[in-house]
């Protein structure tokens, strides 16, 4: 007996996980969407390929594909998730918003795998490892890039930011800011002209690996609730946290996707700021016109639920764990938890 | 006893991973590198955001965090590697290079992931989820974008590509040619003026994450010899596949790597090539001056080997398994797997 207990403990030493361990079947990624452009007729062009060597002649002519979106994927071997989980970056960022936080501490996607959920982590047309396409040849327009002072503010991680100078926080507000250069180098450029194009690509993920529930952020709002307009019965459930914008109830229907449930979360100090009570109020009504419709929609107020200081970048902030709960409670509610 | 026997059945069944399966501690990622870029007195912009929405008036000044590089990890809960792997990929191109291949089948991380190395694949400086900067002010010169004709040409899957015509292949070649557009989607612009920046960055990685071994492919030949001179105690074993540059040894004392073994690897009809016998010289002297100085390189020459038709992208080609498992049985003669 003894022989035997003994290979019983050293099997349960071996198999046991720690407790933020898991079972993973594969990581991967893919590109979904896009399409070839060709380029002809244009100059060629003479670039210096290392410093002091003479200049090469290079010809930018030629077949691309261009307007794809990156898609990486973390299956696990027995998720509990009914359904993946797909996350959905906002404007000037990637999909590493979701990932380690900038703090180095673990972000949304590490919580959602540890609760046993299979995710996809994106990054949208000309962002991150999608790529992006030359200009004004196949994007339109140019890019522009977003400083520092703009993110403290928009992000409300506080009133004013002086560059080289003070950086003046919300009191009680939640982000590390000790952490938030670290933030500055997730920023990527954008243009403003590729919304189509980045639906396209989305509405294309949704078809590839839906059913699904997506999390949705910022930018990202308006892309999650045109997809799930788009695909009603491929997402089971839609979560949008602090969306900048939604379709217009006056031009699109909203009973479509009353069978969707949707959440939308909302940080605190909004009313602080110059801008985003006008943000806010697209997603608003877009929400109350789903309700109206007879739709199932949830609103997460953080301070009203007496979760004070977040910010814009919530699922960065020091309490994103304690938010991400109330998501995943939320989820299990919908019944896409086994 | 039956009850004993039973119990201990179902442990197993429950702990027991499929083949591919494997335990995993965390999925994380971080950018590393990099400094704060003040440009001022830039005249402001007028953007369109939306299509047919008035212009806005944008601030191109202010602070930014440039020249970081991006990295993400894979550690498992019981690593068979005493040290983790990084995977550094080539010009033009991201830390996709190792993931999922293009025709959709597991690529090197996940064969290295299975192997049961901790595994960190990154987007150097200027690509992918690192971020590129403004230019000229920051970054100098432009972006090129490398078109099909010549990644199909270069990377050695054909000698000849028509625009919107025949793609000839090398007889035999091994890249999964009905994925090639698919490739295609992964490229990345690149600048020719930011190889110092980029090392920078990665002598940073290596000052973080190792003791390490070091996989490099094409461009980032240069960066990872680079890299192993910088700091010959942190790197444990330097893979060069396909490396398309070196240090020059009458420049650089190859002595300081002589404890640093090196293998290189060369994929297939590099002698049919009008330019690769050119990109291959320096990196074989460069082997030579390691050896001459009494330090241990192995060069991998595959068709000499018996194993034909590999191309440039020899990760991705469909043979991509049975040289991995040839690196990996290197890896291990080297004392570095338990």
């Given amino acids: 007996m003894r022989a035997i207990t003994l290979a019983i403990a050293s099997v349960f030493a071996a198999a046991a996980p720690a407790a933020a361990d898991y079972m993973v079947k594969e990581v991967g990624s893919f590109h979904v969407g896009g399409r070839t452009e060709t380029l002809s007729g244009l100059p060629t062009k003479e670039i210096v390929f290392s410093p002091g060597a003479p200049p090469i002649k290079v010809d930018p002519n030629g077949e691309f594909e261009v307007e794809q979106m990156y898609v990486q994927y973390v299956k696990l071997a027995q998720p509990k998730g009914r359904v993946p989980l797909l996350l959905w970056h906002g404007g000037g960022l990637s999909g590493v918003t979701w990932e380690t936080k900038p703090d180095g501490k673990p972000g949304w996607q590490q919580f959602f795998l540890n609760a046993g959920y299979d995710t996809y982590v994106s990054d949208a047309v000309e962002r991150g490892r999608a790529s992006w396409a030359r200009y004004p040849e196949i994007f339109k327009g140019e890019p522009f890039f977003r400083a520092k002072k703009e993110a403290w503010e928009l992000f409300r991680i506080g009133p004013a930011y002086e560059v080289g100078g003070k950086r003046e926080t919300f009191e ?167």
Avoid at 250 to 276: R, T
Wanted: glycine fraction near 8%.
């Fill in 172 to 338: 009680g507000q939640q982000f590390p800011v000790e952490a938030f250069d670290q933030f500055g180098k997730q920023g990527i450029p954008r243009w403003a002209t590729n919304d189509a194009a980045t639906q396209k690509a989305y509405d294309a993920l949704v078809q590839k690996v839906c059913p699904c529930i997506i999390v949705v952020h910022s930018q990202g709002g308006n892309f999650g609730f045109t997809a799930a307009l788009n695909a009603p019965d491929k997402v089971k459930a839609l979560i949008a946290v602090e969306p900048s914008g939604a379709p217009d109830p006056e031009k699109v229907e909203a009973a479509k996707v009353k069978g969707v449930p949707h959440l939308i979360v909302w940080g605190d100090n909004i009313d602080k700021h110059a801008v985003w009570p006008r943000i806010a109020a697209n997603p608003i009504k877009w929400a109350q016109a789903i309700a109206s419709a007879g739709g199932k929609v949830d609103t997460f107020d953080l301070p009203k639920m007496g979760i004070k200081g977040n910010t814009h970048m919530l699922m960065m902030d020091k309490n994103s764990d304690d938010i991400a709960k109330l998501v995943n409670e939320w989820i299990g509610k919908q019944g896409l938890v086994n």
